[in-house]
């Protein structure tokens, strides 16, 4: 059977049991970042101008059960401001308000005395439930849990991509015992990702970063098939020159992957793209040990922490001509200046190209920072908010949260 998306149906009046991935940085006590919050708000916003009342559930970190730093409470907060509501909390009773709220409910949903509390919510209100990791069911997919989740709404929306490539009782099992659907973020995914899968036009560019290539392997062999070229870079091209045998000094890489990276070069060897020059220094970054160099030319002390002025401009040469452009990862240690340079360069780059002609695919936590910092956001066709989810979707597997709804 087909998905089934929501905004193709007529949800009213009813109480929705809303999937979000709120799974964001907290620092401080507060959010650090947004963007995955930002992007709910769409759904949030269509179910509350058709009446219903809405029981959002997510998760936050790897908690080893009820964990005061895991609670929700940050997103709760930040969620409310954006929403314009005020923003409550409560382990026992669903308070009614005069003015609409959020409310982070921390009681037990397993218990069936919180499930009969969940009943009393309002139209006008909001409900958040803590963190569904403090709950082992969650995690275990268990089908008990997802049953007792699941008789908290009659209807489920799955909003939360960047969670669909896990088996958890909220993602998968739960579709079970109640009608469910995609939500408006969830078809934003599926669809531009299948615009690169399935529609892809030539010249196709992957460009990829960041340290570890056993993330992405099956990503990059499988969009490789269809990619005119793969610039590769960050600790990813580290790996590279390691599996040549090149001296790498104190780069950091994924060293027990080196192997992978000798079979990606040898199935893609003409369609591989390493850098030309690097941007090297001391493992202290001292601003006078910094120097640009072949990348057969590092010192055993040294760290590559950039791509140099070559590359940058080789790199862009395939960009600019790109009409598909997948990138994930950083091209470097961009949290230091001056080793972002690279990486900002080509983000303005690919934002050109977005805002011209080509199809452009941006995901991975540190690369949205990137787009966000270089004010290129707006002009990128499809930012997704998975990066687990959004590797292995490209890479043509089955993501057990979208395979539950159909």
């Known amino acids: ?15 929705v049991l809303l999937r979000v991935d709120v799974n964001v940085p907290i620092e401080h006590g507060k959010v650090a970042d947004a963007f995955r919050i930002e992007q709910i708000i769409p759904t949030i916003n269509l179910l509350r101008e058709n009446g219903n009342k809405i029981i959002l559930c997510g998760h936050l970190g790897r908690p080893k059960g009820k964990e005061a730093e895991f609670s929700l409470k940050p997103v709760g907060e930040k969620l409310a401001n954006m929403l314009g509501l005020k923003f409550v909390e409560t382990d026992h009773k669903v308070p009614d308000y005069a003015i609409p709220h959020l409310i982070l409910y921390t009681g037990n949903i397993a218990e069936e005395k919180h499930q009969q509390q969940l009943q009393n919510i309002q139209a006008k209100d909001i409900v958040l439930l803590e963190n569904l990791r403090f709950n ?37 099992a739960i579709t079970k015992y ?3 659907y995609a939500g408006l973020l969830l078809e934003k995914e599926i669809k531009g990702l299948d615009e690169v899968l399935h529609k892809a036009k030539s010249p196709f560019v992957l460009m990829t970063g960041g340290i570890k290539i056993s993330d992405k392997i099956a990503t990059i062999e499988h969009l490789g098939k269809k990619a005119d070229k793969i610039l590769v870079s960050g600790g990813i091209a580290s790996l590279f020159f390691l599996a040549k045998g090149f001296e790498i000094g104190k780069s950091k890489v994924e060293a027990e ?38 990348p057969y030319e590092v010192g055993p002390k040294e760290m590559m922490l950039d791509i140099g002025p070559k590359t940058i401009l080789a790199f862009a040469k395939e960009l600019k001509i790109a009409k598909t452009i997948v990138w994930n990862g950083p091209l470097g240690h961009f949290e230091v200046k001056p080793f972002d340079m690279a ?34 956001f707006e002009h990128i066709d499809h930012v997704s908010t998975g990066g687990g989810a959004m590797l292995e979707y490209l890479a043509g597997k089955d993501l057990p949260g979208i395979e539950a709804l159909k």
């Open 257 to 294: 992957a080196a192997p992978m990276a000798r079979i990606l070069e040898k199935n893609f060897k003409s369609k591989i793209i390493l850098p030309l020059d690097v941007v090297v220094a001391n493992e202290n970054m001292d601003k006078s040990s910094i120097r640009v160099c072949a």
């Open 343 to 376: 990486t900002m360069a080509l983000a303005r780059v690919v934002g050109g190209v977005a805002s011209r002609k080509a199809f452009v695919v941006v995901g991975g936590g540190e690369t949205v920072d990137v787009l966000r910092h270089s004010h290129q």
């Open 136 to 172: 082992s069911g969650e995690e275990e997919n268990d089908p008990v849990f997802a049953k007792k989740l699941a008789s908290l709404g009659e209807v489920y929306v799955n909003d939360a991509f960047g969670v669909d490539h896990r088996a958890a009782a909220s993602v998968s």
């Open 1 to 15: 059977m087909p998905i089934k998306y929501l905004s193709k149906s007529t949800i009213k009046n009813k109480t």
């Open 178 to 180: 109640i009608t469910s």
